[in-house]
């Protein structure tokens, strides 16, 4: 109950594509703005992308172009598709789930994108 599960990440070469899913349970997905962070070793946690509706997304500068965010109501899942990865990426990619003032958190999963 109120789990986030993550999927998709791994090694990459610079250039290439990964897509990451998150699932949530139907109470919390149909309640929140989903969206995706990434935490790169000794860095902070980052924004990187999230989903109000099809029509309401928003993206961190460095993203833009490269990556798109989308979610599937039926499903409880979240999509972060990313093309043209570069290894200024490599982090270990967190869904978040935001409902009003509180945020739930998935345990992550590790992309790193090779030269």
């Known amino acids: 109950q109120g789990q986030l599960v993550e999927s998709g990440g791994g090694l990459v070469q610079a250039g290439g594509s990964l897509t990451l899913s998150c699932t949530a349970s139907?109470?919390?997905?149909?309640?929140?703005?989903m969206g995706w962070y990434r935490q790169a070793p000794g860095q902070q946690r980052e924004f990187v992308a999230r989903i109000i509706s099809e029509l309401r997304t928003f993206y961190a500068d460095s993203v833009k172009g490269r990556f798109t965010i989308s979610r599937d109501n039926a499903k409880n899942t979240v999509y972060l598709q990313m093309n043209n990865l570069q290894p200024e990426d490599t982090a270990l990619y967190f869904c978040?789930?935001?409902?009003?003032?509180?945020?739930?958190w998935g345990q992550g999963t590790q992309v790193t994108v090779s030269v």
């Open positions: 978040n789930a935001r409902i009003g003032p509180n945020d739930k």
């Open positions: 139907r109470s919390v997905f149909s309640r929140s703005t």
